[in-house]
């Protein structure tokens, strides 16, 4: 209180007054306005309603304990006016003049002082009387209700009652700051009050009673048959549930535990329901209502739950259980003798903060399977598979491992909230399981002699610990040890006074390779082999070879090769999985990249790698050699750097990444830069060897990428063209060799890089080179390349093409040397000879696939719609008949120059496709096959006779037709009539629209012309007019542009002349002759005389008021400008 008296103050000064204060501490609403209120008691209040409703409240509780009906009784009510003011405010009216006389008092009912209350008593002041109403206690309550045999009630009652009184003043009494609350412990206990014992006989009088009165179970009339055959209910079983029940909700309730495992239990266990009584129990554990159970009544729920549900019931109660007041030494032999330890994980790290004393202990449990011969027994496979203890307990105790690693506790899987404990754990364990030899566990039995434990069997084997976990699982037992060590955080808060040293990675290692490969350990140690020794070796490869790649471990040289053997071996047992290949080989570079050199044997590696097939990590070691520029001259030292360089671009080739097996000639031109023929004495023999290498090569980098390979050639090579020609020629036939000429000669280098392709000039001889090996390979290009090239000889050319047998490309070389006719036969003969193969391929398709096919097209079953084998066959058909066509095209001249050979070709190629079916006796054939005979032969006819009428005239065709054909039938004509008349109609349609287009274009063009007449007949007003100054000046010109814009213009811009002088001085009179007569015509008014006088432009304006520079306007007026056609015109030259 800032005005209470300081004690340096004077005596003479007047003490402070201290008024009371009043504040809100809880609030509630009534149902009606409140016309009494009244204190019953120091935490009762009574108060009255509108409604004539009594209603009594615990205010501590705010719990409503009464309520009664006052309608009836007549209570006495006063009666009192409110004040002019109040009633003004209420009513809300204005007291104005007169009407203040007008406003009435208002009336206020009041009960006030009507209840009073004294010595716990209620006086209500009634109309005819004076009534007293007593309030009873609740302790006189639950009393009355015992008396009247309502027990149920009376214990609810009574729970009511200790939840409002000694449950709210605990709370009051409560310390906040206190993190545990010992008084669910029944020994940390106090004494209770004189209340407290009350309600504690009260449940003990209800149990007793219950008890000597319950129903028997041996005879048969305390048995109801629930019908229909189902079971019986036994009312004695029910009924002590049910007692079970009440029993443990009021002693949870009232934190009565002592009572709970005491007379309760002792009551049960008399009378033969103590499984009654745990069934009862153990929800409330499971709900987290009940976290302590006795020690006593412990082992009994033990023996219980084990003969029902088994230990994983116990197990699921005392992880909900606080551990900090249990009894430790009875809790930890229950649990061990009935081998509960995921339990006994947690009461450890609960109660007691110890993380290694249960791993220790179970442990022991593992200690004692395997030297009981169960871990050498052989495990089924299979998902449902039992184990038996020894995997049970040992992958336990790995789980365990783990958790603690990951800073979550076990077996909840929570997260450890402090960060002591989080820093301490994993130190803790790592130095447990690296104890080179084995210790009794602290709270083990202790034997006669006083040791736990003798070191015999497992327990006397170097690293005892984790040598009994790597039987279990060993990859597991690494991955887990892997989570620890991958904790880098933990190693950096080891104590600067040397008390707590933790292990790293490097002695983890050597511990493993000392357990699992005693013969590469410096140890002396007893070579005992491991059960699973080939898992765990497996697993301990893996294992070194993720710290060998982190740099934070190294290895003996064998060690070295095995984890390499071991990698190798997975990239090969995973051919049909392409992820774990590709793991694999990165596995491995990562690993050869990690180590120097002269830590592992470079050469058994390198062989180990390429007999499994990583190429990128041979490259990577064969690189290491290649790429060290000692220019030497030792010729095994050359000779050692070829041979890698050679191996590393056969690795480049090999891989399985096509994007990555182009970057072999970088990685050659990287290596060979600089490499030249001219060094002879000894200098550059290494770069010599290297170009060697690349020519042996040459041809698996064409097959590769042979435009690629002539850009290499052209940047290093440019000087040995034909050595790399020559080395190409050897070996698969000549494909390579013709690759890489088609990439220099067909112009796609050139397409691709200029400068390389500049560079690269090809002779005479590569050309017939690149010829012979393309009629030798690929007869069908011969042709194609003769028509578009002619840098070869038309002679060798054609004793190739002969020698190969090549129709159309020995017909075209026979056109070019002026032998047409025998061209022409040649081309000729090849189309009946190809025409009676492919009559052979359609013999031998069936006949229900004709039909089906014959069906599906009908008339349009040509060339286009056969089968792949015969398609083929009829697609060459097709090209030699383009070949003959071409020829035929190329020497018949147009229809005004013709040529010496006319229309003859035309007509020859004509003749031969229609004595086909004559030749190719398709009378004698099966129907079908002769259908589809007849339908190509009708679609080469249609194909010769859309290209002759651009060609031959219409007369002579059809003179042809009409008499060399003349004794022949309308229906064998009929096909080759149809299809001329067809394509001639087409002609004519072409040629009638593009006559059309032509003419309508001719009219646009005209309209236009019109229009830009007219558009320079309106003129600007005389405003824009050049004085007569200017035009009588000889060095400007005055012009009207296309926008109406009149410009006086330089006489450097433009020459005047007397004829444009003279002209545009008739103009302008025609122009002012117009405009007068119109002005005649109708007075302008004042606006639009304005706007037709002020038709002068802004550019002629600002041009005279000289702010702005000539500008010159062209527009040659009365030209005919560029005409803008429609559609497509088409020159049939």
């Given at each position: 209180?800032?005005a209470?008296?300081?004690?340096?103050?004077?005596d003479?000064?007047?003490?402070?007054?201290?008024w009371?204060?009043?504040?809100?501490?809880?609030e509630?609403?009534?149902?009606s306005?409140?016309?009494?209120l009244?204190?019953?008691?120091?935490?009762?209040?009574?108060?009255?309603?509108?409604?004539?409703?009594?209603?009594?409240?615990?205010?501590?509780?705010?719990?409503l304990?009464?309520?009664?009906?006052?309608?009836g009784?007549g209570?006495?009510?006063?009666?009192?006016?409110?004040?002019?003011?109040a009633?003004?405010a209420?009513?809300?009216?204005?007291?104005?003049?007169?009407?203040?006389e007008?406003?009435?008092?208002?009336?206020?009912t009041?009960?006030q002082?009507?209840v009073?209350?004294?010595?716990?008593?209620?006086?209500?002041?009634?109309?005819?009387?004076?009534?007293?109403?007593?309030?009873?206690?609740?302790?006189q309550?639950?009393?009355?209700?015992?008396?009247d045999?309502?027990?149920l009630?009376?214990?609810?009652?009574?729970?009511?009652?200790y939840?409002?009184?000694?449950a709210?003043?605990?709370?009051?009494?409560?310390?906040?700051?206190?993190?545990?609350d010992?008084?669910?412990?029944?020994?940390?206990?106090?004494?209770k009050?004189?209340?407290?014992?009350?309600?504690?006989k009260?449940?003990?009088?209800?149990?007793?009673l219950?008890v000597?009165?319950?129903?028997?179970?041996?005879?048969?009339?305390?048995?109801i048959?629930?019908?229909?055959?189902?079971a019986?209910?036994?009312?004695?079983?029910s009924?002590?549930?049910?007692?079970?029940?009440?029993?443990?909700?009021?002693?949870?309730?009232t934190?009565?535990?002592?009572?709970?495992?005491?007379?309760?239990?002792?009551?049960?266990?008399?009378?033969?329901?103590?499984?009654?009584?745990l069934?009862?129990?153990?929800?409330?554990?499971?709900?987290?209502?009940l976290?302590?159970?006795?020690?006593?009544?412990?082992?009994?729920?033990?023996?219980?739950?084990?003969?029902?549900?088994?230990?994983?019931?116990?197990?699921?109660?005392l992880?909900?259980?606080?551990?900090?007041?249990?009894?430790?030494?009875?809790?930890?032999?229950?649990?061990?003798?009935?081998?509960?330890?995921?339990?006994?994980?947690?009461?450890?790290?609960?109660?007691l903060?110890?993380?290694?004393?249960?791993?220790?202990?179970l442990?022991?449990?593992?200690?004692?399977?395997?030297?009981?011969?169960?871990a050498?027994?052989?495990?089924p496979?299979?998902?449902?598979?039992?184990?038996n203890?020894?995997d049970?307990?040992?992958?336990?105790?790995?789980?365990?491992?783990?958790?603690?690693?990951?800073g979550?506790?076990?077996?909840?899987?929570?997260?450890?909230?402090?960060?002591?404990?989080?820093?301490?754990?994993?130190?803790?364990?790592?130095?447990?399981?690296?104890?080179?030899t084995?210790?009794?566990p602290?709270?083990?039995?202790?034997?006669?002699g006083?040791?736990a434990?003798?070191?015999?069997?497992?327990?006397?084997?170097?690293?005892?610990?984790?040598?009994?976990?790597?039987?279990?699982d060993?990859?597991?037992?690494f991955?887990?040890?892997?989570?620890?060590?991958?904790?880098g955080?933990?190693f950096?808060?080891?104590?600067?006074?040397?008390?707590?040293?933790?292990?790293?990675?490097?002695?983890?290692?050597?511990?493993?390779?000392?357990?699992?490969?005693?013969?590469?350990?410096?140890?002396?140690?007893?070579?005992?082999?491991?059960?699973k020794?080939?898992q765990?070796?497996?697993?301990?490869l893996?294992?070194?070879?993720?710290?060998?790649?982190?740099?934070?471990v190294?290895?003996?040289?064998?060690?070295?090769?095995?984890?390499?053997?071991?990698?190798?071996?997975?990239?090969?047992?995973?051919?049909?999985?392409?992820?774990?290949?590709?793991?694999?080989?990165?596995?491995?570079m990562?690993l050869?990249?990690?180590?120097?050199?002269?830590?592992?044997e470079?050469?058994?590696?390198?062989a180990?790698?390429e007999?499994?097939?990583?190429?990128?990590?041979?490259?990577?070691?064969?690189?290491?050699?290649?790429?060290s520029?000692?220019?030497t001259?030792?010729?095994?030292?050359?000779?050692?750097?070829a041979?890698?360089?050679?191996?590393?671009?056969?690795?480049?080739?090999?891989?399985?990444?096509?994007?990555?097996r182009?970057?072999?000639?970088?990685?050659?031109r990287?290596?060979c830069?600089?490499?030249?023929?001219?060094?002879?004495?000894?200098?550059?023999?290494?770069?010599?060897?290297?170009?060697?290498?690349?020519y042996?090569?040459?041809?698996?980098?064409?097959?590769?990428?042979?435009?690629?390979?002539a850009r290499?050639?052209?940047?290093?090579?440019?000087?040995?063209?034909?050595?790399?020609v020559?080395?190409?020629?050897?070996?698969d036939?000549?494909?390579?060799?013709?690759l890489f000429?088609?990439?220099?000669?067909?112009?796609?280098?050139?397409?691709?890089?200029?400068?390389?392709g500049?560079?690269?000039?090809?002779?005479m001889?590569h050309?017939?080179?690149?010829?012979?090996?393309?009629?030798?390979?690929?007869?069908?290009?011969?042709?194609?390349y003769?028509?578009k090239?002619d840098?070869?000889?038309?002679?060798?050319?054609?004793?190739?093409?002969?020698?190969?047998?090549i129709?159309?490309?020995?017909?075209?070389?026979?056109?070019?040397?002026?032998?047409?006719?025998?061209?022409?036969?040649?081309?000729?003969?090849?189309?009946?000879?190809?025409?009676?193969a492919?009559?052979?391929?359609l013999?031998?398709m069936e006949?229900?696939?004709?039909?089906h096919?014959?069906?599906?097209?009908?008339?349009?079953?040509?060339?286009n719609?056969?089968?792949?084998k015969?398609?083929?066959?009829?697609?060459?058909?097709?090209?030699?008949?383009v070949v003959?066509?071409?020829?035929?095209?190329?020497?018949?001249g147009?229809?005004?120059?013709?040529?010496?050979?006319?229309?003859?070709?035309?007509?020859?190629v004509?003749?031969?496709?229609?004595?086909?079916?004559?030749?190719?006796?398709l009378?004698?054939?099966?129907?079908?096959?002769?259908?589809?005979?007849?339908?190509?032969?009708?679609d080469?006819?249609?194909?010769?006779?859309?290209?002759m009428?651009?060609?031959?005239?219409?007369?002579?065709?059809?003179?042809?037709?009409?008499?060399?054909?003349?004794?022949?039938r309308?229906?064998e004509?009929?096909?080759?009539v149809?299809s001329?008349?067809?394509?001639?109609?087409f002609?004519?349609?072409?040629?009638?629209?593009?006559?059309?287009?032509f003419?309508?274009?001719?009219?646009?063009?005209?309209?236009?012309k019109a229009?830009?007449?007219?558009r320079?007949?309106?003129?600007?007003?005389?405003?824009?007019?050049?004085?007569?100054?200017?035009?009588?000046c000889?060095?400007?010109?005055?012009?009207?542009?296309?926008e109406?814009?009149?410009?006086?213009?330089?006489a450097?811009?433009?020459?005047s002349?007397?004829?444009?002088?003279?002209?545009?001085?008739?103009?302008?009179?025609?122009?002012r002759?117009?405009?007068?007569?119109?002005?005649?015509?109708?007075?302008?008014?004042?606006?639009?005389?304005?706007?037709?006088?002020?038709?002068?432009?802004?550019?002629?304006?600002?041009?005279?008021?000289?702010?702005l520079?000539?500008?010159?306007?062209?527009?040659a007026?009365?030209?005919?400008?560029?005409?803008?056609?429609?559609?497509?015109?088409?020159s049939?030259e």
């Amino acid at each position: 209180d800032p005005a209470a008296p300081t004690p340096n103050s004077n005596d003479s000064e007047e003490p402070t007054i201290h008024w009371p204060a009043f504040g809100m501490h809880e609030e509630f609403d009534a149902e009606s306005p409140i016309v009494a209120l009244e204190w019953l008691s120091e935490r009762s209040l009574v108060y009255l309603t509108m409604t004539n409703e009594l209603t009594v409240v615990d205010t501590v509780v705010m719990t409503l304990l009464e309520r009664l009906d006052f309608s009836g009784m007549g209570v006495v009510f006063a009666e009192f006016a409110l004040s002019r003011t109040a009633a003004r405010a209420m009513t809300g009216g204005d007291a104005e003049g007169g009407e203040e006389e007008r406003i009435s008092p208002i009336s206020c009912t009041s009960f006030q002082n009507s209840v009073r209350c004294s010595d716990k008593r209620l006086m209500v002041l009634c109309q005819d009387e004076l009534r007293q109403i007593t309030m009873v206690s609740s302790r006189q309550r639950i009393s009355s209700l015992e008396a009247d045999g309502e027990w149920l009630e009376a214990l609810a009652l009574a729970l009511d009652y200790y939840e409002g009184t000694f449950a709210s003043q605990e709370d009051r009494r409560r310390n906040q700051t206190t993190m545990r609350d010992l008084a669910r412990h029944p020994e940390f206990s106090g004494p209770k009050g004189e209340e407290e014992e009350w309600i504690a006989k009260l449940l003990m009088r209800y149990l007793n009673l219950a008890v000597d009165n319950a129903p028997t179970s041996s005879t048969d009339d305390n048995l109801i048959s629930l019908g229909n055959g189902r079971a019986r209910i036994n009312l004695a079983q029910s009924h002590f549930q049910m007692l079970a029940g009440v029993c443990v909700e009021y002693c949870v309730t009232t934190k009565r535990l002592d009572l709970l495992f005491g007379p309760i239990f002792r009551r049960f266990h008399s009378v033969g329901y103590t499984a009654v009584f745990l069934d009862v129990l153990e929800p409330y554990v499971l709900n987290d209502r009940l976290s302590y159970i006795a020690p006593e009544v412990m082992s009994y729920f033990v023996e219980h739950c084990k003969s029902n549900n088994g230990v994983a019931t116990v197990e699921r109660c005392l992880l909900h259980m606080d551990c900090t007041i249990m009894d430790f030494d009875s809790i930890i032999a229950l649990l061990r003798n009935n081998d509960m330890y995921s339990a006994m994980f947690f009461v450890f790290n609960q109660g007691l903060n110890d993380y290694v004393s249960p791993l220790q202990m179970l442990l022991e449990r593992v200690f004692e399977e395997a030297d009981a011969g169960n871990a050498l027994l052989r495990r089924p496979t299979g998902e449902r598979r039992r184990q038996n203890d020894f995997d049970r307990f040992g992958y336990k105790a790995i789980l365990y491992l783990r958790f603690c690693f990951e800073g979550k506790s076990f077996p909840k899987e929570e997260k450890i909230l402090s960060e002591d404990v989080q820093a301490s754990v994993k130190p803790e364990l790592l130095n447990f399981l690296t104890q080179a030899t084995y210790s009794s566990p602290s709270h083990a039995p202790r034997t006669a002699g006083g040791e736990a434990s003798e070191r015999v069997g497992h327990r006397s084997y170097l690293y005892p610990y984790m040598r009994l976990l790597v039987q279990v699982d060993p990859a597991l037992l690494f991955e887990t040890i892997s989570g620890a060590l991958n904790d880098g955080g933990m190693f950096d808060q080891q104590e600067e006074d040397g008390s707590a040293r933790y292990p790293r990675e490097q002695e983890i290692v050597d511990l493993f390779t000392t357990m699992i490969l005693p013969e590469l350990s410096e140890v002396p140690t007893e070579h005992i082999k491991l059960f699973k020794s080939r898992q765990a070796t497996s697993a301990f490869l893996d294992f070194t070879a993720k710290y060998i790649t982190r740099g934070l471990v190294r290895v003996k040289k064998s060690l070295t090769l095995m984890i390499a053997k071991r990698i190798a071996d997975r990239f090969v047992a995973n051919s049909n999985n392409p992820t774990a290949r590709r793991a694999a080989q990165v596995q491995i570079m990562e690993l050869l990249s990690a180590l120097p050199r002269e830590s592992y044997e470079p050469d058994k590696v390198l062989a180990l790698i390429e007999r499994a097939g990583i190429h990128r990590a041979a490259l990577l070691l064969h690189q290491q050699v290649a790429s060290s520029w000692q220019d030497t001259t030792e010729p095994d030292d050359i000779q050692l750097r070829a041979r890698h360089f050679c191996s590393a671009i056969d690795c480049f080739i090999d891989d399985d990444d096509a994007e990555f097996r182009l970057e072999v000639f970088d990685y050659i031109r990287k290596e060979c830069t600089g490499v030249t023929r001219g060094s002879e004495n000894g200098e550059g023999s290494s770069q010599r060897a290297l170009a060697h290498v690349v020519y042996s090569r040459f041809r698996r980098l064409v097959r590769l990428d042979a435009l690629m390979t002539a850009r290499l050639v052209a940047e290093l090579f440019v000087q040995d063209l034909d050595v790399v020609v020559e080395s190409l020629d050897d070996g698969d036939g000549g494909e390579a060799q013709f690759l890489f000429l088609q990439a220099i000669v067909s112009g796609e280098l050139l397409e691709v890089d200029p400068v390389a392709g500049s560079v690269l000039n090809p002779s005479m001889d590569h050309h017939l080179k690149y010829l012979s090996l393309m009629a030798r390979l690929h007869p069908e290009q011969v042709y194609e390349y003769l028509s578009k090239h002619d840098n070869y000889r038309a002679e060798d050319a054609l004793k190739l093409c002969e020698e190969f047998q090549i129709a159309d490309a020995s017909a075209y070389l026979l056109e070019r040397m002026g032998n047409i006719s025998s061209a022409l036969q040649l081309i000729l003969q090849t189309l009946e000879g190809r025409l009676m193969a492919f009559k052979r391929t359609l013999r031998g398709m069936e006949v229900d696939m004709l039909n089906h096919h014959l069906m599906r097209f009908g008339k349009d079953a040509g060339i286009n719609q056969l089968p792949s084998k015969q398609g083929q066959e009829a697609e060459g058909v097709q090209r030699i008949l383009v070949v003959a066509l071409d020829l035929c095209e190329r020497n018949s001249g147009s229809y005004n120059a013709q040529t010496e050979h006319g229309s003859q070709l035309w007509f020859n190629v004509l003749d031969r496709l229609i004595n086909a079916k004559g030749f190719l006796r398709l009378a004698n054939e099966q129907r079908d096959h002769a259908r589809m005979m007849e339908q190509v032969l009708n679609d080469l006819l249609r194909l010769t006779m859309q290209r002759m009428v651009s060609n031959v005239p219409l007369l002579d065709l059809v003179r042809k037709v009409t008499s060399d054909h003349s004794g022949s039938r309308l229906g064998e004509l009929r096909e080759m009539v149809m299809s001329l008349v067809g394509t001639y109609r087409f002609e004519l349609n072409l040629f009638t629209k593009a006559a059309d287009v032509f003419h309508e274009d001719i009219s646009n063009m005209k309209t236009e012309k019109a229009g830009l007449v007219k558009r320079a007949t309106p003129a600007t007003n005389s405003q824009a007019v050049a004085t007569k100054e200017d035009l009588a000046c000889g060095d400007s010109t005055f012009l009207i542009d296309g926008e109406h814009h009149g410009i006086v213009l330089e006489a450097n811009a433009v020459q005047s002349s007397k004829q444009t002088k003279s002209g545009l001085k008739h103009t302008l009179s025609r122009l002012r002759n117009r405009r007068q007569a119109a002005s005649s015509k109708k007075a302008p008014t004042p606006e639009s005389s304005w706007d037709q006088l002020g038709a002068i432009t802004e550019v002629d304006r600002k041009y005279h008021e000289g702010s702005l520079e000539p500008v010159v306007f062209q527009h040659a007026v009365g030209i005919l400008g560029e005409a803008h056609h429609r559609g497509r015109l088409i020159s049939f030259e």
